[in-house]
Each structure stands twice: as C-alpha cells, then as structure tokens.
C-alpha cells in the first residue's frame, strides 16, 4: 500500500467523496449530499478519512466522537482497491484518532444485508449487541 495514503478530507473532496460512494455502491442515505459532507468537514475536521492513490480518493470513513462513544459510518473503498488491506487501515486509522480524544467504545452502523460488510466488520474484531436495535427517523 505504498502508493496509498490517508489524510483529513478538505471542502475540495466533498464532490470525489460522493462519487466514491456511488462507485462502491454504497447504499445511498438522505446525507448522501454536498452539504452534509461539507457539514461533517466543518464541524470536526478530522472526522471524514480518507484514502488516496495518487490524486483520486479510492476510501472513506466517518468516525466522530460525541464524548460518549465512537460512531463509524460510511466506511467505503473502491472496487478497484478492494482486499489491498485499505479498509482494515481506514478502521485502524479511525479507532486511532478516537482513541486519542478519549473514546472507550466504538459503534460501526452496518447494514445487516450487507453480508461483505458484516463479514469485514466482525474480522475487524466488532460484534454485535443482542437485544439492542437501532432506532432512525429522517428529518
């Protein structure tokens, strides 16, 4: 993965970050716009990682911190870049960062038909939590 680097995403990513998700097919949500990337870059500006091959973003992962808990979301990566070992960093990466503001416990939100995902996510050391659901409502 020499060629393959991972920084803070900048306002000039938000259009590559949402064309990345398309490409990975990742399941499109109501966020899934200019301005809610561009709200997550300016709220905490070290919460959207990306990976990057040359100039082109080829991976992303959300990870914020409420000071409760960590949350992961939109962990994505090309299909082009798939099983090179970006996901697995981008998730090292993120448990880094929020390990270092004090964070003791992380939440992955995966898509339980997602079976890739699922996969990744428990190989990554995640598991789930009988008895517990989420709960959402789009506003």
Known sequence: MTDITFRDARDDDVSAVLE?????????????SEVAVRA???????????????????????????????????????PDYRR????????????????????RRITALVLEDETHAVEFW???????RPGMARYKRNL
């Not at 990682?49 to 994505?76: F, Q």
């Not at 428990?122 to 789930?128: A, D, L, M, N």
Request: aromatic share 6%; glycine share 10%; charged share 25%.
């Open 84 to 103: 090179r070992g970006v996901a697995t960093r981008l998730v090292s990466e993120g448990e880094d960062r929020l390990r270092a503001r004090g964070c």
């Open 40 to 78: 997550v870059i300016e709220r905490d500006d070290d919460a959207l990682l990306l990976a990057v091959a040359g100039t082109t973003v080829i991976g992303t992962l959300i990870a914020t911190w409420d000071g409760w808990r960590g949350n992961m979301y939109r962990l994505a990566v090309h």
């Open 20 to 32: 990345l998700w398309r490409q990975a097919d990742a399941p499109p949500t109501v966020t899934d």
């Open 122 to 128: 428990s190989r990554v050391g995640y598991t789930t």
